[in-house]
């Protein structure tokens, strides 16, 4: 839940301009960087898996809450439909 706390509110575009950033200072220092920094390729399936988990094995107010979550992410990148 914490996980898909830090996910939601993201838009994938964040993460792409982030990993522009580190590439672009370049040395050893960068590559560290993007080996330590969790970086985010496909959100969607991320926050579907977590939200899947929730759904099976949470109470009914983490249930409810992985499933507002979920909305805005979607949301968020107009897939909602």
């Known amino acids: 839940m914490i996980k898909l706390s830090y996910l939601y509110y993201k838009n994938d575009s964040t993460y792409t301009k982030i990993k522009k950033r580190i590439e672009a200072k370049g040395g050893e220092a960068a590559e560290s960087l ?9 959100s ?9 988990l929730v759904q099976t094995n949470g109470q009914p107010k983490m249930r409810v809450k992985a499933t507002l979550l ?12």
Request: proline share 0%.
């Open 70 to 81: 979920q909305v805005y992410h979607l949301a968020l990148h107009n897939k909602v439909t």
């Open 34 to 42: 993007l080996r330590n920094v969790y970086m985010c390729e496909n």
């Open 44 to 52: 969607h399936e991320q926050v579907k898996k977590i939200v899947d």
